[in-house]
Nanobody, 115 residues
Framework: QVQLVESGGGLVQPGGSLRLSCAAS????????MGWYRQPPGKQREVGAL???????YYDESVKGRFTISRDSAKNTVYLEMNNLKPEDTAVYFC?????????WGQGTQVTVSS
């Protein structure tokens, strides 16, 4: 069974930075893409940033220019560098991976931006 192991969440002040990481394990097939979704309190889950392991990147407008997604294909790991964090970035962040037609999700990691 494929597992996505996340780390890096926590509590930061507005304007601060965090780096999330997510490593996929247990896959014997090529990962097509990975990324990060987030679910703010009381709201539905939304896309944040995605990256194909071929290099294609997508950013939601709410994070563009502040967040940077990157990946290490050899390690099946995706990173999310979050800068200039805002209170509205507070959410549970879920790692995501697609392998062929299958989709996988991490357990979620809490990011709280508050003074």
């Amino acid at each position: 069974q494929v597992q996505l192991v996340e780390s890096g969440g926590g509590l930061v002040q507005p304007g601060g930075s965090l780096r999330l990481s997510c490593a996929a394990s247990g896959s014997s097939n090529t990962i097509n893409n990975m990324g990060w979704y987030r679910q703010p309190p009381g709201k539905q889950r939304e896309v944040g940033a995605l990256i194909s392991f071929g290099g294609y990147e997508y950013y939601d407008e709410s994070v563009k220019g502040r967040f940077t997604i990157s990946r290490d294909s050899a390690k099946n790991t995706v990173y999310l560098e979050m800068n200039n964090l805002k209170p509205e970035d507070t959410a549970v962040y879920f790692c995501y991976a697609r392998i062929g037609s299958r989709y996988f999700w991490g357990q979620g990691t809490q990011v709280t931006v508050s003074s």
